[in-house]
């Protein structure tokens, strides 16, 4: 053997030991960490599945597939009422919970902030939005744009939001003509997607830049922004397992190979929506109507007011509050189809109210739908609808400020991320009787429910960082629900039966269609016996 191949060898067999001990130390480095993380963190009283606690990557698995609203409700059955996530996350159920976690915490240093490691609207918009502002940034945020999302305000967009919703009935009804026997067979979430992104649009930038119902098809924008959410549970993970200077690196080298186009095709359309109607004269509509910008955009695009917001963070804001408007609605109204249409004694008591409710269609309006003692039994079918299928399925996460928090007995240490899963409370034996079970009564003082816990029902967030449109998306809700109910016969097809089954969840549900029999009924006056 020659001395250079020896000499070969010998420095083969070194770079081998070289690897070799790397190898160990990383090895050992992920053991000494996961021994921490599940025997040593200050996490490791509060129950939970220790693959959990040792990495974030089995509740990132279940999050990124779709699956995190049946895991957590199948986690917290097992574990009790506040369950260790991973290794530096805890979620919680209750209504104690809600305040503890969400309230404005008097005398505790104010409300949790929000985890800020996975901002992205930042990046992309110049601005941050009200889904990722933290506590102070929200504040601010939510006091300039309240005006727009007041009870008055929400009132004043009745004649906006009517005109879409006869839309639909008309729509709806000419397909019933061109069917054969005058019923047709409807995807319902379809259309109710088409009416709320076509409301919502119209609310934000002054005019009907969808024109989905108009034109009877999809428009790329809304179902873009479906991706988005996809997008945050990927986002998420990402941020668990790379530092912020490799995770922009990522960003960065994703961009440049092309990933991400049709994101950032959303995004440029969603600056050109805003940028078009901030550019309308005196910032207003061409028909003189009031909408969201109209009370937020004061003296045009100026932006010196401390009552306006910046171009930046109209864009930034657009993209949340498009969705947050639409998405929401069309899902509590699916949700309240379908749970009607599998109990048809619910189905039946609800078409008899509202029919009876409303001479005519053109009785059937805001003030109608929201009288105090005045279609109690549909306001009822919403709350147990959104009950058992919330729109938004998973926790908004929050940071434990310093000092830690008290939540179920047990304390969480500063720094820790907490949230609240309202899917596993609001089907909980512990807060609702019959959980599982589509019980509108329950809502209307039946004796057999009265200890429900109430406080546990929260549909639109709880605390300083609520849904600012709650108002708006009750009164649209009970206005779709009423219309449909009141012009239609509706069959559930036997292709949709099991609808709700394992369906998909990326913070917002990925709905398959909702095929629906619609058969037109007489819309003659009727008299309200």
Known sequence: MTGSLRH???????????????????VTRSASQIVYNVFLHPLA???????????????????????????????????????????????????????????????????????????????????????????????????????????????????????????????????????????????????????????????????????????????????????????????????????????????????????????????ETAKYFVDRRMAAPKGGRPDGHPDYMSYIVRGGAKNTSDTTLTREEMYANAQVLMTAGSETVATVLCGALYLLLTHPEALARLTREVRAAFA???????????????????????????????????????????????????????????????????RSEEYFRHAESFVPERWLGAPEYADDDRDAFQPFGYGPMSCIGSALGRLESRLLLAKLIWHFDLELMPESENWLDNMVNHMIWQKPPLMVKLRPVQTTVRSRT
Not at 257 to 265: I, K, Q
Not at 404 to 412: K, N
Request: aromatic letters at 8%; a positive charge; glycine letters at 10%.
């Open 8 to 26: 070969f060898l010998d420095s083969d067999a070194v770079w081998l030991k070289v690897l070799g001990a790397i190898l160990f130390i990383l």
């Open 45 to 267: 009283r509060i129950p939970g599945p220790r693959p959990m606690a040792a990495s974030v990557l089995p509740m990132g698995w279940v999050r990124t597939q779709g699956r995190a609203p049946y895991k957590l409700v199948e986690l917290h059955e097992r574990y009790g009422p506040v369950v260790r996530i991973g290794p530096n996350e805890v979620s919680c159920v209750g209504s104690a919970a809600f305040r503890d976690v969400y309230g404005f915490r008097a005398g505790k240093g104010g409300p949790m902030p929000r985890d800020q490691r996975a901002v992205l609207s930042r990046r992309a918009f110049g601005a941050i939005s009200l889904l990722q502002a933290d506590v102070r940034t929200h504040a601010e945020l939510r006091r300039r744009m309240s005006p727009a999302f007041s009870e008055r305000a929400a009132r004043e967009q009745e004649p906006l939001v009517a005109r879409y919703v006869d839309s639909l009935v008309r729509r709806l009804r000419a397909e019933c003509t061109a069917a054969v026997d005058g019923a047709a067979v409807i995807d319902m979430c379809r259309y109710a997607a088409w009416a709320t992104f076509d409301i919502q649009g119209d609310l934000l930038f002054g005019e009907d830049v969808f024109g989905s119902l108009e034109h009877g098809r999809d428009h790329p924008w809304p179902t873009t922004s479906m991706g988005f959410f996809r997008v945050l549970t990927w986002a998420k993970l990402a941020t668990e397992l790379l530092t912020p200077r490799v995770l922009i690196a990522v960003h960065e080298l994703a961009t440049a190979l092309g990933a991400g186009r049709g994101l950032r095709r959303h995004i």
């Open 360 to 426: 005519s269609d053109a009785d059937i309006g805001f003030a109608g739908v929201s009288q105090p003692g005045r279609l109690e039994y549909l306001q009822a079918v919403l709350n147990e609808s959104m009950r058992l299928w919330h729109p938004v399925a998973t926790p908004m996460v929050r940071q434990v400020p310093r000092g830690g928090c008290e939540v179920a007995g047990y304390h969480v240490p500063e720094g820790a991320l907490i949230g609240v899963t309202n899917y596993a409370t609001m």
